[in-house]
């Protein structure tokens, strides 16, 4: 596939636009692996390759497992996920899917039991940026691959 654009060349500005809702997430005290698992799973369901191959590599270079990267599809039957993850990925798949049935009731309930309100509305954030970065990318063709993480390797 060939890139089709170069957004930021064709519309400044833009991509800064974006990246303020990802310093919104960031100046919050969310665990950043939580954001990454949140972020390849979004990225997983818009088929956005670049942001799975980008933030699979994010993740890893935090200290995430193989093991629960390759589970992340299957998440609600593997047993490597916490409660809290578990509540995210599904507030993540509920905002991501707003078009197969809303933003439901189950998937609030279970946020609000392990997040905050103010956590919540950084969830949010965090699910609206990478949607609008698999948007970009997507829409780009932006190839997959060459991405190096910038993440220096946490010491746990």
């Known amino acids: 596939m060939t890139e089709r654009f170069d957004f930021a060349a064709v519309a400044p500005g833009a991509e800064a636009a974006i990246g303020v809702m990802d310093r919104f997430v960031a100046g919050h005290e969310l665990e950043a692996g ?44 593997a047993p490597y996920f916490t409660d809290r993850e578990r509540a995210a990925l599904a507030w993540t798949e509920a905002v991501t899917l707003i078009g197969e049935g809303h933003v439901g009731d189950a998937a609030y309930s279970e946020v609000r039991a392990q997040f905050t309100e103010e956590e919540i509305a950084v969830l949010l954030m965090a699910v609206l940026a990478i ?26």
């Open 34 to 77: 939580l954001l990454e698992l949140m972020r390849v799973r979004a990225s997983q369901l818009n088929g956005c390759v670049y942001c799975i191959d980008m933030h699979t590599k994010d993740a890893r270079a935090r200290g995430e497992t193989e093991q629960r990267l390759y589970a992340l599809p299957a998440w609600r039957e």
């Open 131 to 156: 949607n609008a970065w698999n948007r970009v990318a997507v829409s780009q063709r932006l190839e997959a691959g060459s991405y190096v993480s910038r993440v220096a390797v946490e010491v746990v």
